[in-house]
């Protein structure tokens, strides 16, 4: 975008620069904040829906889809509440410190292939290592909040989120080994091509594992039925008990960035990121380098295969909340320590071992080599090195 | 001494914990009401849980000894306000016992017909708000939404959604309006099919069983000691229905219907409708149980409210008139208990001859059952408390009165 | 305008991170609340993980966020765990400590300068910033190969790499992992006290005893009511 600035449009580069990070992180608040509305008014309709009601038809028009504005309007009014024996700092600070752990990892998600906030040769590791950082909001949450149910919630957070962090890393080294790489935008492009390239259909282990990916995942973001940190039958409203207003909306904002998140990375790692079921551009034969107008929108093509994807995943984690019960403490540690863990660690070596000895993938008659995708998108006719490009992308920070 | 201290149960940690003292209650989500339950508490395990009760307390029974028999139904309905009908029908019969009155075989059928549609209420609330308290929301509204079919074959007939006061003593205030026996018939009919999808949500979902299997486990000896009654005693594996083994003014009601009491025999559950299989990991007197007794009153409830209606059209002849607001009942006194879907509900009144009752006493149900959850909640997790309070189905309009 | 041109955004980025380390390491030693202390932590550990962002070594910074910060997750619980009871207890230090505690420091911080000030190539600016070390040779070089070596030419073929002290590492964590276990896990004595509450309780006895058994706890009920099976 930068480049398109300073030799189109003719802005001076320190300009150009700047704009182009101002709008990556413009562009990456709205999708939390942004998205998070959307989700909000998704998850009541589609909670509605499956509870045999309507949900909001109201607020702006037919399907009620100004909701969660009015909503955001009403919590934004109401008072900021805060216990008398709570540690003033440590409360206030908490919901920001959930929502920039939640807010950072999106810097590293690709959306299309140069559309990424910072492109990392560690994607994968940042974004977990990140995400994992959402949890500190909610233990001081719960321990400033001065309540013995949000020190319930923080303490089975904490818990719940360092046990599945273990199953959850195994699951994704699975993608990153198959790739070679630990580049978010290496791994999605390796997957290109027709469906049978995703990883997810790669072998039978990758399959059983991205099934274990998806609990991990809804654990580690705290939805049903894992979200004992909140589990209102039991404990009020959790870690969030104390809360009011905009406080209390920021850890929703953050949940549900998060929970998009991990569907986006599931996308990436298992479904082929940005790479649609059938390689549409590439049957029309729009590759890189056919032009910027080409280019710019395949991208976009990409863009929108990823977020139906995510959306998708996130649709997939309402559907479990509304129709499952909560599991108990002691259950969802069992789950993580008995199955998940044991049966990542089993997939991840089987899936090693079929990549020694089927280096092709699973049917080699069916699914093209994976590589010689990779050369046609990543150095086509007239394309320019991944390196070259790599190293244009890098720069939100010059 | 020594075998003592070889005793596996004592273990002891190098790292010394405190125990934390939790209010669950009286505001919160999971209690069902005004319950405060006081927990002990050492990490996520409970070691006592201690209930209090008394925040719903109105003196419903003093208020009966200044009022005439006739005039007390609509506190009756204030007690188990789930279930009012059932309520309604244990004050008139218990006066009506002393009265020595018989209500006219149409009244009788159309007595059974009300009370058995309002135990499937009753149930619908306590299934779907035990979902609620083991996380799920959506069978809460399922449950919700028939049991506002019920609530609307209610207002038809007697023109309240909540506290009826339709039953009363000496028959009922009004007979059904024209049409209302096919609606009825309509909803079973439209009802029976959706007991499957409570099952499939709950009663065999894997959560579920994980949640309540093996969870809150009753003897029978235990259930019986604290005087437990209604699902949670039949859910222990006693076999005791008050509509078979009541008292004859009680069980005459029920003369020739035919109903297989919930409870497990031999090993089994009754088999005359197709239930799910007991899960493998259930023992008799879990929370599992309980709920799947319920369950199946529900299903028996249907059997009977179809007979009903047939025995109760059948009947040619007046509904009869109840008796005057300020009957004058004879000298005496007159205990009588009867199978309200929550336990056992009894009314006990003394007379000295004059219309307005000496001494007016109710047996709640939900108090004895909630008297052993704190025998039932020892050593388990903070999660397991919803699920067992949950179990037991206490209404606090009845515990309190 | 503000000439944003002129200005070195790398420097103010750096500048930024450095302070916010230096600045919340302060406020770690001089917070009397062991919750804030962790708080404090976390943001210092991160903002060294942002200078490593800075330089590059993205491999690095995400191992600082994963390792350090994540790891002082576990610090935090134990604070709220240890002050959970009495909130917000406050950690006075003594006067005296604090001069011991200055001097030490001063002293590990004029090592550290002297050491660092004593290497000519880290006195100036390093040339480029796009050293960009990838994480696939260091996890070659930790399995055992110097791929980043061999493609140099340096002489002897390919070097061996770090693959024994890692193994040492790891071997070295899994005692440690062990004996945390070990030291963690829920002991049998016999203790006066223990005979003495087993003497005083009959059935569900202790607290402790709940707490230990668990799940089996709940049991005890359908243990008393064999019958009902």
Redesign the interface.
């Known amino acids: 975008m930068a480049e398109f600035l300073i030799n189109s449009v003719g802005f001076p580069e320190w300009l150009a620069w700047t704009v182009t990070a101002v709008v990556a992180a413009v562009l990456i608040l709205n999708v939390i904040a942004g998205g998070a509305l959307v989700f909000i008014w998704a998850e009541r309709k589609i909670?509605a829906r499956?509870?045999?009601?309507l949900g909001p038809t109201r607020t702006g028009g037919r399907f009620g889809w100004l909701q969660s504005l009015a909503d955001g309007i009403k919590l934004i009014a109401k008072e900021d509440l805060m216990p008398e024996g709570a540690d003033g700092m440590l409360f206030r600070l908490a919901p920001y410190v959930s929502f920039c752990a939640s807010f950072c990892a999106f810097i590293a998600l690709p959306f299309a292939f140069d559309f990424v906030g910072q492109r990392l040769n560690v994607g994968v590791f940042f974004v977990v290592a990140v995400l994992g950082l959402e949890v500190f909001g909610v233990i001081l949450a719960g321990y400033a909040s001065a309540s013995?149910?949000s020190l319930?919630g923080a303490?089975?957070e904490a818990a719940q989120v360092v046990s599945y962090e273990v199953p959850l890393g195994m699951c994704v080294v699975v993608p990153v080994m198959l790739a070679g790489s630990m580049d978010l935008v290496t791994i999605a492009e390796k997957q290109a091509g027709w469906v049978t390239n995703w990883y997810l259909f790669h072998d039978p282990f990758t399959f059983v594992i991205f099934w274990v990916y998806v609990t991990c995942a809804v654990a580690s973001v705290n939805r049903?039925?894992f979200?004992?940190a909140e589990?209102?039958?039991?404990?009020?409203a959790g870690f969030h008990t104390e809360y009011s207003g905009l406080r209390w909306s920021y850890f929703f904002m953050a949940e549900y960035g998060s929970m998009f998140l991990v569907s986006a990375l599931a996308a990436v790692l298992f479904m082929g990121g940005w790479n649609g079921p059938i390689p549409v551009a590439r049957l029309v034969g729009l590759s890189e380098g056919t032009g910027d107008t080409a280019n710019y929108f395949v991208r976009l093509l990409g863009m929108a295969n990823l977020l139906g994807k995510a959306t998708l995943g996130v649709l997939v984690m309402m559907w479990v909340r509304?129709?499952?019960?909560?599991?108990?403490?002691?259950?969802v540690m069992t789950t993580c320590l008995k199955y998940c863990t044991p049966i990542a660690a089993a997939m991840f070596a089987g899936a090693m071992l079929w990549q020694l000895m089927l280096p092709g993938g699973v049917a080699p008659g069916l699914s093209r080599p994976a590589g010689e995708i990779r050369e046609g998108w990543l150095e086509g006719p007239g394309g320019r090195s991944a390196a070259a490009r790599s190293s244009a992308v890098a720069g939100v920070l010059p | 001494?020594s075998h003592?201290?070889d005793?596996?149960?004592?273990?002891?940690?190098?790292?010394r914990?405190?125990?934390?003292l939790?209010n669950m209650g009286p505001q919160?989500?999971?209690t069902h009401g005004v319950l405060r339950l006081v927990l002990?508490t050492?990490?996520?395990?409970v070691?006592e849980v201690e209930p209090h009760i008394g925040y719903l307390h109105r003196c419903a029974e003093k208020i009966g000894e200044n009022l005439t028999a006739r005039q007390w139904i609509p506190y009756t309905d204030r007690m188990d306000y789930l279930a009012a009908m059932n309520m309604n029908l244990g004050w008139a019969l218990a006066v009506e016992k002393l009265m020595k009155y018989q209500v006219s075989e149409k009244a009788r059928h159309l007595r059974v017909l009300i009370a058995e549609l309002g135990r499937i209420a009753s149930h619908l609330v306590g299934m779907g708000a035990y979902?609620?308290?083991?996380?799920?929301?959506?069978p809460f509204?399922?449950a919700f939404?028939e049991r506002e079919k019920i609530l609307d074959l209610f207002e038809e007939a007697c023109g309240a959604r909540l506290t009826y006061s339709y039953i009363t003593v000496g028959g009922l205030t009004a007979d059904l309006p024209p049409g209302w026996l096919g609606r009825c018939e309509a909803f079973l009919d439209q009802f029976e099919p959706i007991i499957k999808e409570y099952h499939a949500?709950?009663t065999t979902?894997a959560?579920?069983v994980?949640?309540t299997a093996?969870?809150?486990?009753?003897?029978?000896?235990?259930a019986i000691e604290y005087g437990c009654s209604g699902p949670v005693l039949r859910g222990?594996?006693v076999d005791q229905d008050m509509r078979r083994d009541g008292e004859a003014i009680y069980t005459a009601m029920y003369d020739g219907y035919a109903f297989e009491v919930a409870v497990m025999k031999d090993g089994h559950y009754p088999r005359d409708h197709e239930y799910p299989p007991v899960p493998a990991d259930a023992?008799?007197?879990?929370c599992w149980h309980r709920f799947f007794v319920r369950m199946l009153e529900v299903v028996q409830s249907m059997d009977l409210v179809r007979q009903s209606i047939d025995r109760y059209s059948a009947c040619k002849g007046p509904l009869g008139e109840p008796l005057k607001l300020a009957e004058k009942i004879p000298a005496g006194d007159a205990y009588l208990e009867t199978e309200a879907p929550k336990g056992q509900m009894g009314f006990y009144l003394v007379s000295d001859g004059s219309a307005i009752p000496w001494r007016v006493r109710a047996r709640s149900s939900s108090f004895s059952n909630l008297a052993v959850a704190p025998?039932?909640c020892?050593?388990?997790?903070?999660?397991?408390?919803?699920a067992i309070v949950g179990s037991l189905d206490i209404v606090m309009g009845e515990i309190d009165r | 305008m503000i000439p944003l041109a002129a200005i070195d955004w790398h420097s103010v980025f750096f500048f930024l991170f450095a302070a916010l380390a230096c600045g919340c390491a302060v406020a770690v030693v001089a917070a009397e609340n062991v919750v804030r202390m962790a708080l404090y932590l976390v943001l210092s550990l991160g903002a060294t993980a942002g200078l490593f962002f800075l330089a590059g070594a993205e491999f690095v910074g995400a191992m600082q966020l994963m390792i350090y910060v994540g790891g002082t997750l576990v610090l935090l619980v134990f604070g709220v765990m240890l002050t959970?009871?009495a909130p917000f207890v406050s950690i006075k230090t003594a006067p005296g400590d604090r001069v011991l505690a200055g001097v030490i420091g001063a002293a590990l911080l004029a090592v550290l300068l002297q050491s660092a000030f004593s290497v000519p190539e880290w006195r100036k600016p390093a040339a480029g910033r796009d050293g960009e070390p990838a994480a696939t040779p260091l996890g070659m070089a930790l399995l055992g190969t110097r791929v980043d070596e061999a493609s140099a030419g340096a002489p002897g073929g390919v070097r061996s790499g770090y693959l024994l002290p890692f193994e040492i590492v790891s071997v070295h964590l899994l005692v440690v992992l062990v004996g945390a276990a070990y030291?963690?896990r829920?002991?049998?004595?016999?203790?006066p006290?223990?005979?003495e509450?087993?003497?005083s309780m009959e059935p569900?006895?202790?607290?402790?005893?709940?707490?230990?058994?668990?799940r089996?706890?709940?049991?005890?009920?359908?243990v008393?009511?064999?019958?009902?099976?």
């Open positions: 909670a499956i509870q045999d009601r013995k149910w319930f303490m089975r049903a039925p979200d004992l589990a209102e039958s039991e404990l009020v509304w129709t499952l019960p909560r599991l108990r403490i002691d259950q | 001494m003592v201290a005793d596996p149960r004592i273990i002891e940690f190098d790292v914990t405190d125990e934390m939790v919160h989500p999971s002990r050492d990490g996520e395990v070691s979902g609620l308290d083991l996380g799920t929301f959506s509204l399922y939404r949500l709950l979902n959560i579920f994980k949640r093996n969870i809150g486990v009753m003897s029978r000896d235990l222990s594996g023992v008799l007197g879990d025998e039932l020892r050593g388990c997790l903070i999660a397991d408390v919803p | 959970a009871q030291l963690a829920a002991k049998r004595r016999r203790t006290r223990a005979i509450v087993a003497a569900p006895a202790t607290v402790a005893a709940h707490a230990a058994v668990g089996e706890g709940s049991r005890g009920g359908s008393l009511a064999g019958g009902a099976r």
